[in-house]
């Protein structure tokens, strides 16, 4: 199983950005950020190949959000500018696709423990 180590949270008004990492102690072929809000479920926010940085995003993060892979380093960014307070959540790292939809929770079988971005207005 892939270890992952997110890294970045923290607390910025609303506008303002954030950039998350998650290093990794292994290869994926695909690789993912999630998040989840007090009280509703975790979500898909963005994915990427870690072969050629093609990427998947969610609505929401459209436009906002932008998610890249260092293979020398073997980590993953999630770069969150014009943030929201709709974006305040835990942001988790997933590795390790099993073949379906990118965005979906159950297609990763590896998880980071998370990091904590909150967003004030």
């Known amino acids: 199983q892939v270890r992952l180590l997110e890294s970045g949270g923290g607390s910025v008004q609303a506008g303002g950005s954030l950039r998350l990492s998650c290093t990794s102690s292994g290869y994926s072929e695909f690789k993912a950020w999630f998040r989840q809000a007090p009280g509703k479920e975790r979500e898909g926010v963005a994915a990427?190949?870690?072969?050629?940085?093609?990427?998947w995003y969610s609505d929401s993060a459209k436009g906002r959000f932008t998610i890249a892979h260092d293979s020398g380093k073997n980590t993953l960014y999630l770069q969150m500018n014009r943030l929201k307070p709709d974006d305040t959540a835990m942001y988790y790292c997933a590795a390790e696709s099993r073949g379906g939809p990118l965005l979906r929770e159950d297609n990763y079988g590896s998880w980071g423990r998370g990091t904590q971005v909150t967003v004030s207005s």
């Open positions: 990427v190949n870690t072969a050629d940085n093609s990427a």
